[in-house]
């Protein structure tokens, strides 16, 4: 009789594969968040000038 092995967990290649797929992800995201910011830090110094003058 075999003995039963307790296969819980994760293997190592899908670990790395959920890793990889999330450093994509956050590649493609992560220029769109700068960017984002950047206009809007854009708008309001457009704001607070055109409220001087």
Not at 46 to 53: A, G, V, Y
């Amino acid at each position: 009789m075999k003995p039963k092995l307790n296969k819980k967990g994760f293997t190592l290649v899908e670990l790395l594969a959920v890793i990889a797929i999330l450093m994509i992800l956050v590649g493609i995201a992560f220029p769109s968040i700068l960017n984002l910011s950047a206009r809007s830090t854009d708008k309001v110094t457009e704001t607070q000038k055109n409220s001087f003058f």
